[in-house]
């Protein structure tokens, strides 16, 4: 079987700007690409949503063309403005692949994490590889400023 057409269960998170509809909006991307919710968990921040969707099996095809018109929603969009009117930085969590990255750079997230960036490292190879890309020097304080090379 082809791996995009492997059913997996997936825990998609997102964070929505927090008006009524947004969840049946939501709700409705992964009906409409076939995928089913299993449960639905939620968290009030401010003026957004944290929204945490665990489906049931689903074909990675299936969920990653529901993730990218998910981002096509105005309600994601709303939160990167919201986040740079309030003065913030915008990061984006669980970054995968490059179509994802630049979507997200066009709605002007400013920071992208997630496995295309790097996969999770163990302590002791995540200290070898900041020390092999990074230079140290001593702050104002007493911290280590590290900055990365490039």
Known sequence: ???????????????????????????QVFATHG???STVRQRDRRNTASLVVVTHQAPDAALRSTVDEIGELDVVREVVELGHSLGLSVVAEGVEDDSSRDQ????????????????????????????????RSAGHRDETILTLLT
Do not use: F, K, N
């Open 35 to 37: 995928v089913s919710i």
């Open 104 to 135: 997200l750079e066009a709605m002007g997230c400013d920071v992208a994490q997630g496995y295309l960036i790097w996969r999770p490292l163990a302590e002791d190879r995540l200290e070898a590889w900041l020390m092999a890309r990074t230079a």
């Open 1 to 27: 079987r082809p791996m995009g057409q492997t059913p997996t269960r997936y825990h998609v998170s997102l964070d929505v700007a927090d008006e009524p509809g947004v969840l049946a909006q939501v709700a």
